[in-house]
């Protein structure tokens, strides 16, 4: 199975950080953000990795080559320096994820979830990995009922993760351009053709100066 990185957004909040680095490649626990992900999906078998990109995009290209020294073989996706949205993202690098179903992880996430377990769910159009609300975003994205399927709303909100297998159906016949993922997805969900599951492990958005601080005390506190 292959996994695309998704890393081409601009960073707004993370300014001025991301004013001459991209944000994938800004520091934690001295690696470049971008290059743990690409650890842990190469530990868990997943080492055909794509990666889109957009603003600054050349210095990923420059840092991570052909992804040999992490033990994958990357292949990139640019997508210019406004960037495509997320499910634009994808249909553009479509011809390089082919016909299988694909694992997609949002590159400005930190995690110590087990990629290795999504290899064998079955998945209609998407299956999505979905976390506890942060402070942050205390409302949630989306319900999961005891059969697993995802719902817009149930008594229980949680957060999307950034990370799902999505089945290339899922973006059959759109368009290529700017494209956002959510309306795709909720159209998926209200045919009932969205699975998720329930994480509780270590997660953090790296939205802000302030969580990159966080992450980088996390990861000093478990050494």
Same mark, same amino acid.
């Given at each position: ?57 050349? #210095? ?96 229980? #909100? ?28 909720? #159209? ?36």
């Amino acid at each position: 199975m292959k996994a695309m990185i998704l890393a081409a957004g601009r960073g707004e909040r993370m300014r001025p950080l991301t004013d001459h680095t991209p944000k994938p490649l800004l520091l934690v626990a001295g690696k470049p953000i971008i290059e743990h992900t690409i650890t842990q999906l190469v530990a868990a078998g997943f080492t055909e990795i794509v990666i889109n990109h957009a603003h600054l995009g050349e #210095q990923i290209e420059a840092a991570l080559g052909n992804g040999q020294a992490l033990g994958a073989s990357i292949c990139y996706s640019p997508e210019g320096e406004q960037g495509l949205e997320t499910a634009g993202g994808i249909i553009n690098a479509q011809p390089l994820l082919g016909d299988d179903v694909f694992l997609v992880v949002n590159g400005d996430i930190a995690t110590d979830f087990d990629f290795a377990t999504l290899k064998n769910i079955p998945v209609d159009l998407a299956h999505l990995v979905l976390v506890a609300n942060p402070k942050h975003h205390p409302k949630g994205d989306f319900g999961l009922d005891d059969t697993g399927l995802v719902y817009e709303h149930t008594r229980e #909100q949680y957060t999307f993760s950034g990370i799902g297998l999505y089945s290339p159906k899922l973006f059959h016949n759109l368009p290529a351009g700017s494209r956002k993922l959510g309306p795709l997805l909720r #159209q998926a969900i209200a045919k009932q053709q969205i699975s998720g599951q329930k994480f509780i492990g270590f997660w953090i958005d790296i939205g802000t100066p302030e969580r990159l601080q966080e992450l980088n005390h996390h990861y000093k506190a478990t050494k």
